[in-house]
């Protein structure tokens, strides 16, 4: 049978049955989705942390200069974003609060 979707809620046509569409909240990026849309590429994200440290390889992302104190770089350890509020650098599936 064909669903129609109409405000939020899902009609199988033939019963007039409506069942609520319910949001989730994804906890990795924050957003709301639908999980009938979830993708492999509907989460961006960071999977690891924003850190305030010198970096293994210093010159690869910044540079520091003699004088700074360790905690002058900050950055995201998985990629090297200096922006706290960069876009994600990892794609995959939403993941709810409900999921284990």
Same mark, same amino acid.
């Given at each position: ?6 405000? $939020? ?16 909240? !994804? /906890? ?15 989460? /961006?994200?960071?999977?690891? *942390? *924003?850190? =305030?440290? /010198?970096? #293994?390889?210093?010159? /690869?992302?910044?540079?520091? $200069? ?12 998985? =990629?090297?974003?200096? #922006?706290? #509020?960069?876009? $994600? !650098? ?11």
């Amino acid at each position: 049978m064909a669903e129609l979707a109409i405000n $939020g809620a899902i009609s199988n046509g033939v019963t007039g049955v409506e069942t609520e569409v319910k949001e989730k909240l !994804c /906890r990795r990026c924050k957003q709301s989705y639908d999980p009938s849309k979830n993708t492999t590429s509907s989460c /961006r994200f960071h999977p690891s *942390f *924003f850190v =305030c440290r /010198r970096h #293994d390889d210093q010159k /690869r992302y910044y540079e520091l $200069g003699p004088d700074d104190p360790p905690y002058a770089a900050k950055f995201y350890d998985c =990629c090297g974003a200096e #922006d706290p #509020d960069a876009l $994600g !650098c990892t794609t995959a599936f939403h993941v709810s609060y409900d999921d284990e």
